[in-house]
T-cell receptor, first 111, second 116 residues
């Protein structure tokens, strides 16, 4: 089993709808979770960090963490064409300072 | 403005040639990383360094070498032993791993390496 798993997509969502991106992880001891956005040809950009069970909201983005189910998700409300990108889930690895990245979910917002 | 600077943006390598990719950060971060990304693929860790004068191999270190002589700098050399070097190379940094909470990594803009 991969340490961090994401559906590769593409996930197609109509403009204005909610996009839901999911990520599961294998290390029950993980304490920190990160979401990155990567536009085509660009480097990843950190958009959300979450450390506690529950929801964390930042503008149109909400990160949801369920440690019991080893599941973290990212919701994007009022999706815009500019949200079309690949979203990477990241979880710290077992070695100090290493982060394990999922392979990413490609999101496409259709007008 | 603090950040991570990678240079050059584009680099071409001839057969049998070593090339060095530059990564400089002024964020005062202790840890630095090099990743490789192939088209449509995820990030693969090449090397990482938690402190000056120390570094560890990642998952795909063969054919690559690094140095960490200064806190701000973590150059990556792609040697002639790396037979398939064409990829997007990303440098990242993070706050010291000694903090109580794992810290995210922040990325430079990347270097795109191709074979001539």
């Amino acid at each position: 089993q991969k340490e961090v798993e994401q559906n590769s997509g593409p996930l197609s969502v109509p403009e204005g709808a909610i996009a839901s991106l999911n990520c599961t992880y294998s290390d029950r001891g993980s304490q920190s979770f990160f979401w990155y956005r990567q536009y085509s040809g660009k480097s990843p950009e950190l958009i959300m960090s979450i450390y506690s069970n529950g929801d964390k909201e930042d503008g149109r983005f909400t990160a949801q963490l369920n440690k019991a189910s080893q599941y973290v998700s990212l919701l994007i409300r009022d999706s815009q064409p500019s949200d079309s990108a690949t979203y990477l889930c990241a979880v710290p690895g077992s070695s100090a300072s290493k982060i394990i990245f999922g392979s990413g979910t490609r999101l496409s917002i259709r007008p | 403005d603090g950040g991570i600077t990678q240079s050059p943006k584009y680099l071409f390598r001839k057969e049998g040639q070593n090339v060095t990719l530059s990564c400089e950060q002024n964020l005062n971060h202790d840890a630095m990383y090099w990743y490789r990304q192939d088209p449509g693929q995820g990030l693969r860790l090449i090397y990482y360094s938690q402190i000056v004068n120390d570094f560890q191999k990642g998952d795909i270190a063969e054919g690559y070498s690094v140095s960490r002589e200064k806190k701000e700098s973590f150059p990556l050399t792609v040697t002639s032993a790396q037979k398939n070097p064409t990829a997007f190379y990303l440098c990242a940094s993070s706050i010291s791993p000694g903090t109580s909470r794992d810290q995210p990594q922040h990325f430079g803009d990347g270097t795109r390496l191709s074979i001539l």
